[in-house]
């Protein structure tokens, strides 16, 4: 079956440095990967995506890396700041037509000031 | 934009109690999803919606319905509370499916506890 895992519960950083989660996933099929972002309380929001024809993607502080032979995906978020603490989920769309998401657990980001 | 829009954000059933979570959406989109998370886990998708009148059943359906009557509107129905549908509940919209890769945008979130 389809799966999605994050290699760790939780990641403590110290506010400043650079942040690394990663995720693994199982489906080949797979084409486009999500990262978001869940405070405490509040729906999951969008980060950065990528699809499956490129290894790399930037955004503001935040670059998503795809390695589709070992199938993993990793978040880095730089110069990690207090706001950045949160759970973070890696979906992907598996191989369903209709949009639907396939999430990971989550990784808990701790950032220590 | 108000986005993806969920009520009642807490709500207390007891067992056996029915009850109805609205969503609705003002972006247009085709495309409509119920997920639920437990504590510490990821979400779950329970129904999906790919455009009015067209409902399918996702990872956990049992126990739940929904209706898609609007492209805007998508209530999700529990029938007979029991205490495994304590959870949170999101809804979220998407402008298309797999093909476009395009962004699932979620709800706040609806918390549910049955006694």
């Known amino acids: 079956g389809e799966s999605v895992g994050l290699h760790l519960p939780t990641l403590s950083v110290q506010e400043g440095d650079n942040s690394i989660i990663n995720c693994a996933y199982s489906?080949?099929?797979?084409?486009?990967f999500i990262w978001y972002k869940q405070e405490s309380g509040k729906g999951p929001q969008f980060i950065i995506d990528?699809?499956?024809?490129?290894d790399k993607r930037q955004g503001q502080r935040v670059t998503v890396l795809l390695n589709k032979t070992v199938k993993h995906l990793s978040l880095q978020i730089a110069a990690t700041q207090p706001g950045d603490s949160a759970v973070y989920f890696c979906?992907?769309?598996?191989?369903?037509?209709?949009?639907?998401?396939?999430f990971g657990q989550g990784t808990t980001l701790q950032v220590k000031p | 934009n108000a986005g993806v829009t969920q009520t009642p954000k807490f709500r207390i059933l007891k067992i056996g109690q029915s009850m109805t979570l609205q969503c609705t959406q003002d972006?247009?989109?085709?495309?409509m999803y119920w997920y639920r998370q437990d504590p510490g886990m990821g979400l779950k998708l329970i129904y999906y919606?790919?455009?009015?009148?067209?409902?399918d059943k996702g990872e956990v359906p049992n126990g739940y319905n929904v209706s898609r009557s609007t492209t805007e509107d998508f209530p999700l129905r529990l029938e007979l509370a029991a205490p495994s549908q304590t959870s949170v509940y999101f809804c979220?919209?998407?402008?298309?499916?797999?093909?476009?890769?395009?962004?699932?945008?979620f709800g706040e979130g609806s918390w549910l506890t049955v006694v």
């Open positions: 979220a919209s998407s402008s298309a499916g797999r093909s476009s890769g395009n962004t699932i945008y």
């Open positions: 489906n080949s099929a797979s084409d486009y």
């Open positions: 990528i699809r499956s024809n490129m």
């Open positions: 979906a992907e769309n598996g191989s369903s037509n209709t949009g639907k998401l396939i």
């Open positions: 972006m247009n989109h085709n495309y």
């Open positions: 919606s790919v455009g009015a009148g067209i409902t």
